[in-house]
């Protein structure tokens, strides 16, 4: 079993959908949750870190279930520029700050 | 702003040969990371330094070496290239969280 398990999509929604990602852990005992974005040909770069409590950042909302671990990642009324790779990632905390990367979510929006 | 450079963006090489990765961070960064992404695996880690001259195996590091002389630099080795290295090749760096990322190399192994 991979340690991070996504849907690799491709999710093809139209503007002002809204989508939800989700993402399964296998570390029960991993501390750090993030979701990173990828542009097409370029590096990843953080669009949130996910934490117990549950967090939004405008249209962006990401919940931990640590229980059945898995994250998830809600985008409302989506944009066209929200097109990416949306890559879930662990820090199972076996050393320091390890980053495990989930194969990543393509998302579409079209108009 | 935060930088990571990597030292090139393309390289081709021939099965065989001895390649030398480079990346460069002016963060002064603890951690650092060799990932490759391939199409359908994401981003899988080679190996990655939490401290100078220190280094720990990720979860593919057959075939590969590292080097971390300096804090603010992270060389991945390829002692004998092989035509499965193909891949885009990224390094990292991080303090507690975010992770910063190195724009790639794309690396041709013919």
């Known amino acids: 079993r991979k340690e991070v398990e996504q849907d690799p999509g491709p999710f093809n929604v139209p503007e002002g959908a809204t989508v939800a990602f989700n993402c399964t852990y296998s570390?029960?005992?991993?501390?750090?949750f993030f979701w990173y974005r990828q542009d097409c040909r370029k590096e990843p770069k953080l669009l949130m870190s996910v934490y117990s409590s549950g967090n939004e950042d405008g249209r962006f909302t990401a919940q931990l279930n640590r229980a059945s671990q898995y994250i998830s990642l809600l985008i409302r009324d989506s944009k066209l520029s929200d097109s990416a790779t949306y890559l879930c990632?662990?820090?199972?905390?076996?050393?320091?700050?390890?980053?495990?990367f989930g194969a990543g979510t393509i998302l579409r929006v079209k108009s | 702003d935060v930088k990571v450079t990597q030292s090139s963006r393309y390289l081709v090489k021939r099965t065989g040969e001895k390649v030398f990765l480079e990346c460069v961070q002016d963060?002064?960064?603890?951690?650092m990371f060799w990932y490759r992404q391939d199409p359908g695996l994401g981003l899988r880690l080679i190996y990655f330094s939490y401290d100078v001259k220190m280094k720990e195996k990720g979860d593919i590091p057959e075939g590969y070496s590292v080097s971390r002389e300096k804090k603010e630099r992270f060389s991945l080795i390829l002692e004998s290239a092989s035509t499965n290295q193909t891949s885009m090749y990224l390094c990292?760096?991080?303090?507690?969280?975010?992770?910063?990322f190195g724009q790639g190399t794309r690396l041709t192994v013919v």
């Open positions: 990292a760096s991080s303090e507690n969280t975010e992770a910063f």
């Open positions: 990632v662990v820090n199972p905390m076996e050393y320091g700050n390890k980053l495990v």
């Open positions: 570390n029960s005992a991993s501390q750090s």
């Open positions: 963060m002064d960064h603890e951690n």
